[in-house]
DNA sequence: AGTGTTTATGCAAGCGTTTGCAAATATTGG
DNA sequence: CCAATATTTGCAAACGCTTGCATAAACACT
C-alpha cells in the first residue's frame, strides 16, 4: 500500500538518477538539477525537499552526464611522466591537497607509454571529463601544448620554464639554487668541483648547469669541461657518471649532482671506489625528496617546493577554470639550501 | 572602435563526433560506432573508408558520451590511500604496466581525504566511467565493498586478504616471509629478536606477526612480549618503537621491522643512539622498496613484488570486466628474502 | 526465379545531465 | 485591485555515443 519502502527492492541494479530524486521530491527534474548546482532561484523549501530525498535516496551524481551536458566535471587531470620518482609523488601530493581543499578530484594519466602519440593522448584527455590539466612532463611539450591551446584547454606548466608557450606555468629558481649550492661548496674551500648535469632537453638542468657555472665565475674559479658529466636524473646516470669522475687523473673534492635520484647512484660510486662522503668528498643534490635525509649520510641539497609547486599549480588552474580569459600567470618559488651531513670543508692536503 | 573578435569566429573549434566522420565517409554514424568498436559484420571496404577520414579529421572518441551510452570506457580506477609511500608508486607501477598492454587508462583516486565518506565516495566511482576498481586501501574495507558488490561492480583487492568478502584480490606471502626473515635473524645466531608491528588493522601486519612468532617457536626460542612494539607502517613509527627497543633493560640484539619504511625509522633511532648497524644490531625490514637499496647500509628485506602484484592485480580485473560471471580469484604471490647488509651473525659476548 | 541465410547498414531510442526559454507564481508599487 | 516585475519551476532540446530492431544487399541453395 504504501510505496515508500520499496527500497530494499529498487535499489539492486539500476542507479539513483536525478529523476528518482525529482519524483521523490516532487519536483522536476530541472529543479533537482538546480538545487544540486546550487542555482540561486530555488525556494528554500523546495532545496530542502531535494536535498533530504538525494541523500535517502544515496543519489550520486554521474559525472559522465554532467559533463557531457556541459557541465563540469570538478575533476582535473595531472599529465606525469610515470611514478617512478618521488619528485612526482610529491608534486602530486601538493596538487592532490590543494584540490581537495575545493572539492576537485584527481585524474591521472601517466605518458610513459605514449611515447608518439603526445599529441593525441591529451586530444582525449582534453575531450574527456577533466575541467582542466596540469602538465609535469618529461619533455618539452610542444605536441601537448599545441592540442591544448587550439582548444584553449586550461592547463598550466609545472617545472617546464623554457616554454615559450603563453600557458600559465609554475617552476623554482633554478638557476639560484645551483649557484647557491655552488657557492657553498666553494665556501667550504673546494676548488674542483664536479657537476652531474640533468637531461638536458629540459630548461631546468640547462638552469641549473648555468648556476654552477656563474657562481664558479663569481668566484674566479676556472670553468672545467672535463667536471661536468652528463646525466639524464636518473640514479643509473648519477653513478656512471660518478665513476666517470671519480677516476678521473685529478677527481673533484666535490660534486654537485642536478638532482637527488643522481646525488644517490653517485654515493653509491662513490662507496665502490671505497671512498667516504663527507670525508673524501662532498656531494650535494638537488630536489630534496623524502629519501634525501634518510640515505646515510643526509644528503645536503637545494630544496625545491615539490608540494608547493603543486598546490600553486593546481591554484592558478582552478582559477582559470573559473575565470577563462584571464591571462596566463607564471609563478617561480624559491628554492633552499637545506644543510644536511655529506658536505665537509675541504681538507688541507699534507 | 567596434572590433570583430577573431576568437569568436575560430571559438566553433567543436570537436569532431562520430557524426563528422559519418558524413565524411559517406555511412550512418552507427557504422562509424561500429567500426569505431571493431564489430565483426562491416565490410572492409567501409572500414577504411571510415578509418581514413577519423584519422583525416583527428576524431578522438569522446569517453564521457561512450560510457553514458553503455560502452566501456577503457578506464580502470585504482584507489589509493596516498602517494606519500613508494610502496604505492610500485603497486601501480605494475598496474599501469598491465593496463597499457591492454590498452587502458588509468584513473587515480586518493582517499586520503574521503575519511569518513568512503561510501559515498566508492559510489562515485563506480558510477563514473570507470569500467573497474582496484583498491589499495589502508584499512578494511568494508564500506567500499559493500558498495562494490552491492552493484557487482568488477574489482581486485590489493594486499588485504582478511576481508571475508568475496572479491578477487591479491597479495603475497606475509606469514612466510616474515618467518624467513625471523629464521635468517635466528640463524645468525640472535636470540633476542625485536618486532615492530604493522599497523594491526590490516592483515599483513597481523600474517607477519604470527610468521616471526612462528619461527621463533619452531626454533625454541621464547616469545617476549616485551620485544614486540607497536608500529604503523610509517616511519615515525618505526623510530619510536625503535627507541623504545633499543632502551630496554635487556635489548635486542636484531629487530625486524614490519616494514622498510619503519626499518628506516629504526635505523634513525640506532644512529641517535651511537649504534651502528649491522655492528651493533640487525635489522631487517619488509617490502624492499626502491629506498631500501640506497641508505645505508643496504636494507636486508623481505621482499614483496609490489608491480608484479599490481600487475597480476590489473589482469585479474581485466579479466573480470570481460567475463563478468567468473568467480572471484585469489592470488598470493611469493616473497624473497634479499640480504644486503643490515645483518651481521651474533657477537659472542665477551 | 524463389526461398532462406548471412552479412551490412541505417534509424531511433536511450544514457543522466545542463540550460535556454517560457509559463506560473509571488511580490511590489501605485 | 491591477499591472509590472521578480522569483520559481517545468519542458524540451541538446551533449556524443551504443545498440536493438528493421531493412537492404549479397550469396547460397533448390
Keep these: 500500500m504504501n510505496e515508500i519502502d520499496n527500497d530494499s527492492f529498487q535499489k539492486s541494479h539500476k542507479n539513483v538518477t536525478i529523476i528518482d530524486v525529482a519524483r521523490a521530491s516532487g519536483v522536476s527534474y530541472s529543479t533537482v538539477s538546480r538545487v544540486l548546482n546550487g542555482y540561486e532561484f530555488v525556494k528554500e523549501d523546495t532545496r530542502q525537499r531535494v536535498l533530504e530525498a538525494a541523500e535517502k535516496l544515496g543519489y550520486v551524481a554521474n559525472l559522465q552526464a554532467r ?52 599529441q593525441r593522448y591529451v586530444n582525449t584527455i582534453a575531450n574527456g571529463l577533466t575541467d582542466g590539466l596540469l602538465l609535469v612532463v618529461p619533455e618539452v611539450p610542444t605536441d601537448y601544448l599545441k592540442a591544448l591551446s587550439e582548444k584553449s584547454f586550461p592547463h598550466v606548466l609545472i617545472d617546464q620554464s623554457n616554454v615559450r608557450d603563453s600557458s600559465s606555468m609554475v617552476d623554482s629558481t633554478n638557476w639560484q639554487g645551483a649557484y647557491d649550492a655552488t657557492r657553498y661548496l666553494i665556501e667550504l674551500g673546494h676548488r674542483r668541483i664536479g657537476f652531474i648535469t640533468g637531461m638536458m632537453e629540459l630548461s631546468s638542468a640547462g638552469e641549473r648547469l648555468d648556476g654552477y657555472r656563474a657562481a664558479l665565475t663569481d668566484h674566479s674559479i676556472p670553468f672545467l669541461p672535463e667536471l661536468v658529466a652528463p646525466g639524464d636524473f636518473w640514479q643509473r646516470s648519477g653513478h656512471k657518471s660518478g665513476l666517470q669522475l671519480l677516476d678521473l687523473p685529478a677527481p673533484p ?12 647512484g653517485l654515493m653509491e660510486a662513490i662507496r665502490e671506489r671505497n671512498l667516504s662522503v663527507p670525508e673524501d668528498i662532498s656531494i650535494v643534490g638537488f630536489d630534496d625528496i623524502p629519501q ?20 600553486v599549480a593546481a591554484r592558478l588552474l582552478l582559477e ?31
Excluded at 86 to 106: C, F, K, T
Excluded at 292 to 311: A, K
Design 320 to 350: 582559470q577554470i573559473e575565470n577563462p580569459d584571464r591571462p596566463p600567470r607564471r609563478v617561480t618559488l624559491a628554492t633552499q639550501l637545506i644543510i644536511r651531513e655529506s658536505c665537509a670543508a675541504l681538507k688541507e692536503r699534507g
Design 67 to 118: 559533463s557531457l551536458a556541459g557541465g563540469h566535471s570538478n575533476i582535473i587531470g595531472v599529465l606525469v611522466p610515470g611514478l617512478d620518482n618521488s619528485y612526482i609523488g610529491e608534486i602530486i601530493r601538493g596538487v592532490d591537497e590543494e584540490l581537495a581543499r575545493a572539492n576537485y578530484d584527481l585524474m591521472l594519466y601517466t605518458t610513459h607509454r605514449q611515447r608518439g602519440h603526445e
Design 253 to 264: 673534492t666535490a660534486i654537485f649532482a642536478s638532482n637527488d635520484l643522481m646525488a644517490f
Design 292 to 311: 634525501s635525509s634518510i640515505v646515510y649520510p643526509p644528503l645536503t641539497t637545494v630544496r625545491q617546493p615539490l608540494d608547493q609547486m603543486g598546490r
